[in-house]
């Protein structure tokens, strides 16, 4: 039986100063790996659309590839909270739309909540799918479903006009009703007054310490995806140059014929064996 972490007890972390831990994760291994490390929230992002499905932008991601793999995440995940990134179209044109994707989020791939984007209308779809009943997770400073409206992924909120408006935003996604909010690529002074307004988990990616929880790509930390590397991704490791290094010795086994060794083959009686090869003419 999965005992995964609740919205109450996200919120409480905050309380008791202790900081929230979110990983994306986009398929069943990766899902995995998270939830039994003790990552307190799986995000299955839209980040897929780059990392996994190796396409440009995350705008090019819809419903049905979010689902299917939330789904398998789903799998994974016993312990944490798993969130579902609503992908772009999929909340910005239509608020009962926007409700019946985010109830599929829940019904159909088995999330705890989903996370939407900052847009200018945003705060009646969030104020609809909290009534709804689902838990909804805010996004402000840089939004990349909307970066080029916003002069391309470039740090956010640099001078007190454009601080104050992420500032206003993130306390009213709080009003409308959001659990916790992300805060991506702004100074940290800022995301550290948007922590300090707000009751709800500020949780940074690229937003400095001073957040109650942080979060990064899965791909990123692992050292999995090369194509850009933004300042604020630290990596833990060089899994995708050990892969290939495992893959390399792989080939190279099979070209020289050391795989399959006789450890990795099937055996049989040695009598039946016997009759069988002379029956087909073929010699001991
Ligand atoms: O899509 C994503 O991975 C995200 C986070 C990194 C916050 O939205």
Redesign the pocket.
């Known amino acids: 039986m999965k005992k995964r972490k609740t919205v109450e007890e996200i919120i409480e972390k905050k309380k008791c100063h202790q900081k929230i831990t979110m990983l994306?994760a986009y398929d069943y291994p990766t899902g995995l790996m998270a939830d039994q490390a003790g990552i307190d929230i799986v995000?299955v992002?839209?980040?897929?659309a780059n990392v996994v499905l190796g396409l440009n932008s995350?705008t090019e991601v819809g419903m049905e590839e979010m689902l299917h793999h939330t789904k398998a995440v789903n799998r994974a995940v016993e312990q944490a909270m798993l969130v579902g990134?609503m992908p772009y179209e999929s909340y910005q044109s239509n608020i009962s739309a926007s409700v019946g994707n985010a109830k599929r989020f829940m019904e159909e791939a088995g999330c705890d909540a989903v996370?939407l984007e900052w847009f200018d209308q945003c705060l009646d779809v969030v104020k609809a799918i909290r009534e709804a009943d689902v838990p909804v997770m805010g996004?402000v400073g840089l939004t990349?479903q909307t970066a080029e409206k916003l002069g391309g992924f470039k740090v956010q909120g640099k001078d007190a006009d454009s601080a104050r408006a992420i500032i206003e935003n993130a306390k009213a996604l709080q009003t409308a009703g959001c659990f916790a909010l992300?805060l991506?690529c702004i100074p940290a002074p800022i995301a550290e007054i948007i922590s300090q307004e707000l009751s709800i988990p500020t949780?940074g990616?690229g937003a400095g310490p001073l957040c109650d929880g942080q979060?990064?790509?899965i791909h990123d930390i692992l050292g999995m995806f090369d194509k850009f590397r933004p300042k604020f991704v630290k990596r833990y490791g060089d899994l995708g140059k050990a892969a290939q290094e495992c893959i390399i010795q792989y080939k190279n086994d099979v070209e020289s014929g050391t795989f399959p060794a006789d450890d990795q083959s099937y055996h049989m009686n040695k009598e039946e064996l016997k009759h069988l090869r002379s029956e087909y003419g073929i010699g001991l």
Do not use: A, Q, Y
Request: proline fraction near 6%; avoid cysteine.
């Open positions: 994306t995000l992002g839209d980040s897929l995350t990134d996370k996004h990349p992300v991506e949780i990616i979060v990064l790509v």
